[in-house]
């Protein structure tokens, strides 16, 4: 029987920055992958002259580890910024996108927020601070700034990143950040220009609000650390995958390779798969303890690449649009990944990238590749303002079952039962997106935290 020091579950970014920094360490790592591939919901797609991202577009270096994970690969994989001129951040309002205020003057003469709201909003610092912990992001986010920026600013940025609702997600398991600014500073404004005073070490100025991707596309960065990890230290195409404990706290592993079955030892395990692959890679957790680990709803979307090879006078140069869910349309957002990122579209072309579904239309993810193409053709004149008849030259439908977990107030029990099986099984490890945040910087935050409990 093979034996290995620490094996890994899943080679997404999670599972593969989590084995690069073991291997840093000089530690004896194996990742377990059922898929044909690395890079789990990443996945770069070159057609032509367009690049498509089948995943995440952008991430944030919001943690210092972001900044360093690309350090450690430099000459492998560079990051790439987004361009100033893609800064702007678009809101749809009736029959156009309308710029997200970034300034005092534009937050003034901006239509998408009431001026009742406008006014009322001076009032923030001195609002009282809430009590109720399970409070949804839209009731505290309504409390404190008023229903027009729940409509218009947190319903659509909740969109963007968790394809949720705001009023289903309590805000301290879903923006914890923003949670944390009321309850320490008592309020929003006071929090965040207390906060911006704060002096920084110079590891913690690595962390920015800039937007990342890596040159060329993600599947670059996650190909370059499988690379720097060795293809001799990742399985893919390991499929029932099974994980017992041995009567040493170590681990008996058993998967299928094709048609041969393996088995393999692990002093350590350290899983990064969804929590819906939890029940069967587990079969000794007792159900009631599994239950809380797998209860979690992940929201299904649709992305749609969409490649123009001639976008004439109407280049869209901002980050990209999203839609509040009172105005009835049947996309969450359109990212614009060729006004942020250099080479991903002919010289006067653009990529779009089309969001569908979400924990609000998760129906939308079965529609066929008909329906969803003339979605998007139709989109093109009435939301993009292209000549009606404008047709995409190339049309790339990603559809993602498992897309993103929603953090609900199941989110407790689940982290306690974490904390449980870590009690019950020391040499176990549960990671990946069912805890500390479902953003690229969460997760590789998380590899970086995992690796440091080995030494
Ligand atoms: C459409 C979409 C758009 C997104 N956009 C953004 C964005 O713009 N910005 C951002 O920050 N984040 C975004 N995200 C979220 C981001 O992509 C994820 O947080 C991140 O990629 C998750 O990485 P992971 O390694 O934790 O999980 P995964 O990528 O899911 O990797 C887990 C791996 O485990 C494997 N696995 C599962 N079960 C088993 C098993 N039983 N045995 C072996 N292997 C198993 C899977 O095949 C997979 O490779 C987006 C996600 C999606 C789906």
Not at 150 to 167: E, I, N, T
Not at 245 to 250: F, I, M, S, W
Not at 260 to 275: D, K, P, S
Not at 434 to 451: E, P, T, Y
Request: hydrophobic share 35%; aromatic share 10%; net charge neutral.
């Amino acid at each position: 029987m093979n034996e290995h020091d620490i094996v890994i579950i899943g080679a997404g970014i999670t599972g593969l920055t989590c084995a690069f920094q073991l291997k840093r360490k000089n530690r004896d790592v194996l990742i377990l992958e059922c898929n044909d591939r690395v890079g789990g919901q990443i996945k770069t797609v070159n057609v032509g002259s367009f690049t498509f991202e089948s995943g995440p577009n952008t991430g944030v270096v919001k943690y210092p580890e972001v900044a360093e994970l690309f350090e450690q690969l430099s000459g492998r994989c560079e990051m790439e910024t987004a361009l100033e001129s893609s800064k702007r951040r678009l809101i749809w309002k009736g029959s156009s996108f309308c710029p997200l205020p970034s300034g005092l003057m534009s937050a003034l003469r901006t239509p998408l927020f009431s001026w009742y709201d406008k006014f009322r909003i001076l009032g923030e610092p001195w609002r009282a601070k809430g009590t109720d912990p399970n409070e949804s992001v839209g009731s505290l986010a309504q409390r404190r700034l008023g229903k027009s920026y729940v409509d218009y600013a947190v319903d659509p940025f909740l969109s963007g990143v968790y394809a949720g609702d705001p009023y289903k997600l309590p805000a301290r398991l879903a923006l914890p950040r923003l949670y944390a600014l009321e309850q320490q500073y008592g309020s929003f404004i006071r929090g965040s220009m207390a906060k911006a005073r704060i002096p920084k070490t110079e590891r913690e100025k690595k962390a920015t609000k800039k937007v990342f991707s890596a040159k060329g596309g993600f599947s670059k960065l996650v190909e370059s650390l499988a690379d720097a990890i060795g293809s001799e230290q990742i399985v893919t195409s390991a499929t029932n995958i099974s994980i017992l404990p041995d009567d040493k706290n170590g681990w008996n592993i058993c998967y299928t390779k094709g048609n041969e079955q393996i088995q393999l030892h692990a002093n350590h395990v350290v899983t990064t798969c969804g929590a819906y692959s939890l029940p069967q890679l587990l079969p000794f957790v007792e159900p009631q303890l599994m239950n809380d680990l797998n209860n979690l709803y992940y929201a299904p979307v649709v992305q749609i690449g969409v490649g123009m090879q001639d976008c004439g006078e109407n280049q869209w140069k901002a980050f990209g649009g999203l839609i509040p869910s009172c105005e009835n349309k049947t996309l969450l957002g359109i990212l614009f990944p060729s006004a942020c990122f250099q080479h991903r579209a002919p010289e006067q072309g653009a990529v779009f990238s089309y969001f569908i579904g979400g924990v609000r239309h998760p129906e939308y993810v079965q529609k066929s590749d008909a329906e969803l193409t003339e979605w998007v053709n139709r989109s093109l004149s009435e939301m993009l303002k292209y000549p009606q008849g404008k047709r995409a030259e190339e049309i790339m439908i990603f559809r993602h079952e498992h897309a993103i977990p929603q953090y609900e107030l199941t989110t407790d029990a689940r982290l306690q039962a974490i904390d449980r099986l870590k009690e019950q099984y020391p040499t176990l490890t549960i990671a990946g997106n069912l805890k500390d945040g479902i953003g690229m910087g969460d997760r590789i935050k998380q590899a970086f935290d995992v690796s440091s409990q080995f030494t």
